[in-house]
């Protein structure tokens, strides 16, 4: 059983560009979160989609923008990049009416030079 | 608004040795607590979570918790450390009434194991 895939598992922009990580879940799951991880801090909550709709939103400006397909998988856009969006962004998928257990996949380390 | 505190940010400890991480939370509803696990250059792993019921909580890799409500802390333990310990861990909340929702954590806490 695959668990949570993310992809590129690298990435490379220049400022003022536009990016799009990929996620599969986990099977069986539902529901796809995405978080910010800054190098030495703990993961910050994006944004939840269920059912192909934003069910959350945390503290992230628009330039933030996501997506969810009916197979569950999910994709997150950034645009216009800033060098503070470098970051490893991990993809968390879970049950919405299951155990509150997300399973997190690997990560996408986006550099912004 | 719920907040997490990782009071220590590195732990340097020798092989076999206890070890405790410790982490408190503040909020005003009720919550779901998590420990995770990073290792270099990888996800997250689940180690354990308390939702109810007994307050010791036990993980994978021989880790426990023990959930305080009157203290507001849920630290981690292990009565034994191994090189292969050495991460990054990561103490996490989510709010009982937003079932399945958004997971906040601390800043984490860089556990070294030396020999």
């Known amino acids: 059983d695959a668990g949570v895939t993310q992809s590129p598992t690298h990435l490379i922009k220049t400022r003022g560009q536009q990016v799009t990580l990929r996620c599969s879940p986990k099977?069986?799951?539902?529901?796809v979160s995405w978080y910010q991880q800054a190098l030495g801090q703990g993961p910050q909550f994006i944004f939840q989609?269920?059912?192909?709709?934003?069910?959350q939103r945390g503290n992230f400006p628009d330039r933030f923008s996501g997506h969810q397909f009916p197979n569950y998988s999910s994709e997150l856009n950034v645009n216009a990049l800033l060098l503070g969006d470098s970051a490893l962004y991990l993809c968390?998928?879970?049950?919405?009416?299951?155990?509150?257990?997300?399973?997190f996949g690997p990560g996408t380390r986006l550099t912004v030079t | 608004a719920q907040s997490v505190t990782q009071l220590d940010s590195q732990v340097p400890v020798f092989e076999e040795a206890p070890v405790e991480l410790r982490c408190n939370y503040s909020?005003?509803?009720?919550?779901?607590l998590f420990w995770y696990v990073q290792y270099p250059n990888q996800g997250l792993q689940l180690l354990l979570k308390y939702l109810s019921g007994s307050t010791l909580v036990k993980g994978i890799n021989g880790f426990e918790a023990e959930f305080n409500k009157s203290q507001t802390s849920f630290h981690l333990r292990k009565p034994s450390v191994h090189i292969s310990d050495t991460a990054g861990y990561f103490c996490a909340v989510s709010m009982i009434y937003n079932q399945g929702g958004k997971l906040i954590f601390g800043q984490g806490t860089e556990l070294s194991v030396k020999p």
């Open positions: 968390a998928s879970s049950l919405l009416q299951g155990t509150y257990e997300q399973y």
């Open positions: 909020s005003s509803v009720s919550v779901y």
């Open positions: 989609y269920y059912e192909e709709e934003e069910r």
């Open positions: 099977s069986g799951h539902d529901t």
